[in-house]
């Protein structure tokens, strides 16, 4: 959901715990090339809100990987997530 993460108990059980109880980002130091222009959003997820936008055919450094989303470090030091069909 947008507030909660879905996770399964050992015993079979479903639960949710906050996003913020979690850390879904492994540590990433490479830089991808964008070959489209992209949202800036400072949530890995769909509901996160546009902080930016990146234009292609820059390149960008990729500090994280997240699912779906890479976690980005811009010029002006501004950190958010950018999806990964953006990046080549």
């Known amino acids: 959901t947008q507030y909660y993460l879905?996770?399964?108990?050992?015993?079979?059980?479903t639960g949710y715990i906050a996003h913020s109880a979690v850390?879904?980002?492994r540590p990433a130091d490479k830089y991808f090339k964008l070959i489209r222009d992209a949202p800036v959003?400072?949530?890995p997820n769909r509901w996160?809100?546009?902080v930016?936008?990146?234009?292609?055919p820059y390149y960008v450094h990729v500090t994280g990987v997240s699912l779906s989303y890479m976690r980005?470090?811009?010029?002006?030091?501004?950190v958010?997530?950018?999806n990964v069909s953006a990046l080549q």
Request: glycine content about 12%.
């Open 6 to 13: 879905q996770v399964r108990l050992k015993d079979g059980k």
């Open 23 to 25: 850390d879904l980002v």
């Open 41 to 43: 959003l400072d949530q």
């Open 48 to 50: 996160g809100k546009k």
């Open 52 to 56: 930016a936008e990146v234009h292609s």
């Open 72 to 78: 980005i470090r811009m010029k002006n030091g501004l």
């Open 80 to 82: 958010g997530f950018v």
